[in-house]
């Protein structure tokens, strides 16, 4: 199998369980869904933050080992993926609701998950393994991705919480969602590197109570935007 055939085939493997994810998350917004372009923009935005990770991945591990090493691994994953939104579509005037913040972190993460997904499968692709190929893919679908839209989404929740405050405030609340993404992706990290066969199942299920949690609070901020803008109420005369 030619290489080129190969990386189509991990992409593919990469990219289609993102975009099930993202047409999940998309369906908590379509009452008021978000211009097609600005998703797809924003979804090629997260994929285009990892050949940037990666160089700056590897120049960490010239400085750092251990844990140390992990953390600073999950600060610049994170950090990239929250510059990549701000850059390319946090500031666009679409972005007039609370939800719509949660919902563009969510597709940045996805994006960069689509690409990373690949990368992963792409070796026992080449190696002929498709037992490892297909049990990669199932777990990152299951748990790494789910885990990039946990902590960019609790990114996505702060700065949708704070989206009628000041300016100030948006920046302290955007800065906090930061950094709780970094504490859960870095938890995620450390406990996956010490898991086996039968503690894997109790990683996941931190990822998967943390996207529960998310959701519930999703629908709360799309109460925000009815409690701000309340319809009006005519009477006749």
């Given at each position: ?43 090629i935005?997260g ?39 701000l ?22 993460a ?29 777990l ?34 955007g ?8 504490v859960?992706?870095a ?23 943390g ?16 409690h ?10």
């Open positions: 199998m030619a290489q080129s055939t190969q990386f189509a085939i991990a992409f593919l493997g990469g990219i289609i369980p993102a975009l099930f994810w993202l047409w999940f998350w998309l369906r908590e917004d379509k009452e008021r869904p978000e211009p097609y372009l600005l998703i797809i923009l924003a979804f935005a994929m285009m933050v990892v050949p940037l990770v990666l160089p700056l991945q590897r120049l960490a591990i010239e400085q750092y080992d251990g844990d140390n090493l992990i953390f600073v691994w999950v600060i610049i994953e994170e950090v990239m993926k929250y510059a990549a939104a850059l390319v579509v946090l500031w666009h005037k679409a972005v007039d609701e609370p939800i719509d913040l949660i919902i563009y972190m969510i597709t940045v996805l994006g960069f998950a689509a690409l990373e997904n690949a990368l992963f499968i792409f070796d026992p692709i080449v190696a002929g393994d498709t037992v490892r190929t297909l049990t990669t893919g199932k990152r679908f299951l748990g790494s991705t789910l885990l990039h839209v946990l902590a960019s989404g609790t990114v996505g929740v702060f700065l949708a919480l704070a989206f009628y405050r000041s300016n100030t405030l948006k920046l302290v609340f800065t906090l969602g930061l950094f709780i993404a970094i859960l992706h938890m995620f990290n450390f406990f996956i590197i010490d898991s086996n066969g039968e503690t894997i199942l109790g990683v996941f299920l931190f990822v998967w109570m996207i529960i949690v998310l959701l519930l609070i999703f629908e709360k901020v799309k109460l925000l935007e009815a701000h803008n309340p319809p009006h109420k005519y009477t006749s005369t």
